[in-house]
């Protein structure tokens, strides 16, 4: 993949991953916005319920009056109410009587109208008396004859029907009306009234703090005084609008989670196919390069001998031999490596286990690897002569051998390994002063094929499969390896 390809592709799961972060977030706002208007309406439903339940239950005790009727001084038939002990308004309903009658409303309080008021009605059934103010007593009488009206009177007591309509409002009895409808729609909330008459507050059911209460709503019930209104503040319930919302919000998270989830490791596949592509482009031009070599020198070694040895001298043509054979082998050592990295993978390769003594195998890489190590000081450890393993030796010296032969070719100019037994268990450690390989590689250096990077230029050529090899042998033998990096240190820990 071209680097402008993969950036594109970069940018595009960028924009796929904040549009649907952002739909999920609208959305849920929607949602949340249309739960909270819901719970709104529960509340309006449950006002107008409780105010309805308690206008019925004030209803049962002020329609019923124990009502005497007698005559006044001057024979006039009256009916008088005694012993209301309201302070509220007073309605005729019904009539069933008709005729030229007086009403008389008296013992008026002067709070209302600061004076006594005689009020005159037709009573019938087109003609009704309005509401007025606070009553004590009411008379009625007729002009006439007191005794052919006494019978008529008596007749319209009984067919009179009365009843109050309140200017206050009782908040503790309708708080309980309150508390019992949204206790069925199971909600909990802090709430209080304040009763509105032209939008100025006449009372409330307590003293609150708006910040606290910032919702409110007015109820719609037809049984409210004239002009009159009752507000409800109440809280703003989150959690209840939330939890109605769960279901949705879970589904929106679930789909985010996926979607985002999803693109996250369709981007770390396409980093890791770049990054396989760059090692296969870099294990390609080493294997050229490695391949190339040897190819070339033995070329040459055989066209000396066709073209440049007419005298037919046998050692010149056995000196040519002897480096086409070298330059072959170095070939066929590549190539078993590589065929045996594409086994280390599956069960193919064959692990012949028996007892080993990994001090004598140590011993013979050292001695091979001083040949070679040039300036570099290589210093070895050991406190026992007889650490004694079940393995197979061919793979683990190689798996070892790998191990010295990279701390030589990378490390620094000191190199130290230790050999140490205890608790049953055998471990080898290969230090070098180097400290070349960076955090961020640690991981990475035991892959296959992979090469720390140096730009275009390795000085050392190799394929990358040095300490892939040695970790899938050491596994396979039941051990383990890691590599520890402290500074100017790097440290390959093998454990048996």
């Known amino acids: 993949m071209k680097r402008s390809q993969f950036k594109a592709t970069i940018y595009l799961i960028s924009f796929t991953v904040l549009l649907t972060v952002g739909i999920q977030v609208y959305r849920n706002i929607q949602n949340y916005n249309l739960n909270k208007q819901r719970f709104i309406n529960d509340v309006q439903v449950a006002l107008d319920i409780a105010v309805e339940s308690y206008s019925a239950e004030q209803a049962k005790n002020d329609i019923f009056f124990l009502f005497g009727n ?38 008026l309080p002067k709070r209302v109208f600061g004076t ?52 206050s409002i009782d908040f503790n009895t309708l708080s309980k009306y309150m508390d019992k409808e949204l206790g069925r729609k199971q909600i909990n909330i802090e709430f209080a009234f304040v009763q509105l008459k032209k939008d100025a507050a006449l009372h409330q059911s307590a003293a609150f703090d708006k910040s606290e209460l910032p919702l409110s709503i007015i109820s719609k019930s037809t049984y409210l005084p004239k002009d009159q209104q009752l507000q409800l503040s109440f809280s703003n319930a989150s959690a209840i609008i ?20 999803s693109l996250l490791y369709l981007y770390r596949i396409i980093n890791e196919q770049k990054a396989l592509a760059e090692i296969k482009n870099d294990l390609i031009s080493n294997i050229t390069h490695e391949f190339k070599t040897p190819i070339a020198t033995v070329n040459s ?32 050592l590549m190539v078993e490596k590589l065929l045996e990295t594409a086994t280390l993978e599956s069960e193919s390769l064959e692990i012949r286990k028996e007892p080993i003594n990994l001090s004598q195998i140590l011993h013979t890489l050292l001695e091979k ?76 250096v035991f892959d296959k094929f992979y090469r720390i990077p140096t730009g275009n230029q390795h000085d050392v050529k190799g394929f990358g499969i040095g300490l892939y090899y040695t970790k899938k042998i ?23």
């Open 242 to 261: 939330l939890k109605r919302g769960l279901a949705d919000l879970l589904i929106s998270l679930l789909i985010s989670v996926a979607v985002i989830g």
């Open 116 to 167: 006594k008021h005689w009020i005159s009605k037709q009573l019938s059934d087109s003609n009704k008396l309005p509401s007025v103010g606070a009553v004590q007593s009411i008379k009625v009488f007729a002009n006439g004859d007191s005794s052919a009206l006494g019978s008529r009177f008596e007749a319209l007591t009984t067919k009179i029907a009365l009843s109050l309509v309140r200017d």
């Open 70 to 107: 007698e005559f006044e001084g001057n024979g006039n038939p009256s009916i008088t109410i005694n012993g209301s002990n309201t302070s509220d308004s007073l309605k005729f309903k019904a009539f069933a009587y008709s005729g030229q009658t007086e009403v008389k409303i008296d013992t």
């Open 369 to 444: 690897y001083k040949m070679v190590a040039g300036a570099k000081e290589i210093i070895f450890h050991e406190d026992s002569q007889d650490v004694i393993i079940e393995a197979d030796p061919f793979h683990i010296e190689n798996a070892i051998s790998n191990l010295i032969d990279n701390a030589i070719k990378y490390g620094g100019n000191r190199i130290e390994i230790s050999l140490a037994h205890s608790n049953g268990k055998a471990q080898v450690v290969v230090n070098d002063n180097g400290g070349f390989i960076e955090k961020s590689q640690k991981e990475r």
């Open 301 to 332: 070694a055989l066209e000396g001998i066709a073209n440049f040895n007419q005298q037919n001298d046998q050692e010149k043509t056995a000196k040519y031999i002897d480096i086409s054979i070298g330059q072959l082998k170095k070939l066929n």
């Open 474 to 496: 050491i596994e396979k033998h039941g051990g383990s390896i890691q590599l520890v990096l402290k500074p100017q240190l790097t440290s390959f820990e093998v454990a048996f």
